[in-house]
């Protein structure tokens, strides 16, 4: 697996920004350290002065007393004399306090040094993170280029379908006008209404033979050998009335295998024009 560049840009601002920090607070404190040596070279200085012209007071106050008190200014004169090899061996109090922010200072780089790690700790963690978005992101391209080749596909097979369907709709369009026309032939070629006429003119006259039938029932029922007479009626009735009903049954058989015929004959073309 390539290795991705890590951009340590924001490291090395990070480092050049504390180190400008670290260098002005050192340049302030090393000027500060340099007023404050300055200072006491004055006062040792001044001191040393007055030193220096205490003694050449004493030098002659020992002219002047030196046979009558010389134990004791010999004494005397040791003591400043130990106490100015304390002066000069001690060191400055400068020295101290800079030694003491130096040390402050070390303490604060330290913490500064241990920050810098974990943050370039973190930036590697992020770069990896960030190759393997990348990774992510140009296998979803390379699947997206497919997707977009697959609709295209699709986009064109839609069309060359949908060319044949307007073309077949046309043709199914066309027959169906055919069609339409056989059957305004054929209506016109199959005389229903006359078929029509004969089953209403067949209605009416079994509607007026039962209501002659009625009153002769009434007059049948009211006589004493009606019994006798309904058996002959019967007979009778059936003798004319089973013809008509075999003569209207065998019309309506026709009618209705000259409707299935007619059916058939529209499903055909409708049934070759689908396939």
């Known amino acids: 697996m390539k290795e991705l560049p890590v951009d340590h840009s924001s490291h090395t601002l990070l480092q050049a920004g504390s180190q400008t920090a670290i260098s002005d607070r050192m340049r302030e404190l090393l000027a500060r350290a340099a007023q404050d040596h300055v200072y006491e070279q004055r006062t040792q200085g001044a001191v040393l002065d007055e030193i220096q012209q205490r003694l050449e007071g004493m030098e002659w106050l020992l002219r002047e007393v030196r046979e009558r008190e010389l134990g004791g200014l010999s004494g005397a004169v040791e003591t400043v004399v130990g106490r100015l090899d304390d002066l000069a061996s001690r060191p400055p109090a400068w020295a101290e306090d800079l030694a003491r922010h130096v040390e402050a200072l070390r303490e604060r780089m330290d913490a500064a040094g241990s920050q810098t790690q974990d943050l370039t700790g973190q930036v590697t963690a992020l770069s990896q993170r960030v190759g ?144």
């Open 132 to 275: 393997q978005i990348h990774a992510g992101m140009e296998a979803a391209a390379v699947r997206f280029t497919r997707l977009d080749k697959a609709l295209a596909e699709l986009a064109q097979r839609a069309e060359r379908m949908e060319g044949a369907v307007i073309e077949r709709l046309g043709a199914v369009d066309e027959r169906v006008g055919c069609l339409d026309a056989r059957v305004g032939g054929l209506a016109a070629e199959l005389d229903t209404s006359g078929l029509r006429a004969a089953v209403a003119e067949l209605g009416e006259d079994m509607t007026a033979a039962a209501s002659s039938i009625a009153p002769l029932l009434d007059a049948i029922r009211s006589r004493p050998d009606r019994d006798e007479l309904a058996d002959a009626v019967s007979g009778a009735a059936g003798q004319v009335v089973e013809p008509v009903h075999a003569d209207l049954a065998r019309r309506l058989a026709a009618l209705e295998e000259t409707m299935l015929a007619l059916a058939e004959a529209l499903l055909r073309p409708a049934r070759s024009a689908a396939d």
